[in-house]
C-alpha cells in the first residue's frame, strides 16, 4: 500500500490501515523514544502516548517533506513535553563556558557498536540525555533546543558539552576495559 493511500485509509477510520500504519513507523519511532527515557517501560509509554498524538493530528500533516519526518516530529516532541512534565530538566545548571573537549581517542567511537552507544546515551543525566539528543542527532541548533525546553541557549550549550564528556568518559572506560580482557 503506498503512504498516501494509507494516510487517506487512517483518515478515515480503516483501523487495518491504523494498525499498519503503526507497523511501519513504530519500530523508528520506539529507538527515538529510546533515546530520551530512562529506561525502556518510559520508552513504551512515550511511544504509545505519541502515537496518540500521531493519529489525532493525521489530519494536519500537509504532505510537505516525508512523513516519517513529521511523525519523528510529533514523537521528539511528545517525548520533550512528557520531560518537561515530570520536570526532569528544571536541573539543568548553566555555565558561563562550555569546556573545551578535545577528542583524545578517535578510534573509540568506530570500536563501539550502536546498542552500547544507545546504552551510554541512556545512562546519561536527562538534562544531558536531552539536550544531547536533540542537537547531535535530531540536529536542531541550540537557539531552538533552547526554544523548545524553555532553557537559555548558553544553558544548552553547556548541557551539551557537558554530555559529550559524560560519554567520552564511558567510552574511554569502557575501552580501557576491553584492552585489560586482551
Same mark, same amino acid.
Given at each position: 500500500m503506498d503512504e498516501k493511500q494509507l494516510l487517506k485509509d487512517c483518515l478515515k477510520g480503516d483501523v487495518k490501515a491504523q494498525k499498519h500504519f503503526y507497523e511501519?513507523?513504530?519500530?523508528?519511532?520506539?529507538?527515538?523514544c529510546l533515546r530520551y527515557a530512562k529506561d525502556r517501560s518510559t520508552a513504551e509509554d512515550y511511544l504509545q502516548e505519541a502515537f496518540v498524538k500521531v493519529f489525532t493530528r493525521l489530519k494536519s500533516y500537509r504532505s510537505e517533506g516525508s512523513l516519517e519526518?513529521?511523525?519523528? #516530529?510529533v514523537v521528539v516532541n511528545c517525548c520533550l513535553e512528557q520531560l518537561r512534565k515530570s520536570d526532569i530538566l528544571k536541573y539543568s545548571i548553566?555555565?558561563?563556558y562550555a569546556h573545551q573537549?578535545?577528542?583524545?581517542d578517535a578510534n573509540i567511537s568506530e570500536q563501539i557498536h550502536a546498542t552500547q552507544l544507545l546504552e551510554h546515551i541512556r545512562s546519561l543525566p536527562p538534562?544531558?540525555?536531552t539536550v544531547f539528543n536533540l542537537f547531535a542527532i535530531e540536529g536542531y541548533s541550540h537557539?531552538?533546543?533552547?526554544?523548545l525546553l524553555q532553557i537559555s541557549e548558553g544553558t544548552s550549550k553547556s548541557q551539551y558539552a #557537558?554530555?559529550?564528556v559524560w560519554l567520552q568518559h564511558k567510552l574511554e572506560k569502557e575501552s580501557s576495559i576491553e584492552n585489560d580482557r586482551a
Open positions: 511501519q513507523f513504530a519500530p523508528k519511532m520506539y529507538g527515538v519526518g513529521w511523525v519523528r #516530529r548553566e555555565l558561563n573537549i578535545t577528542d583524545t538534562g544531558f540525555r537557539k531552538e533546543i533552547a526554544g #557537558r554530555a559529550r
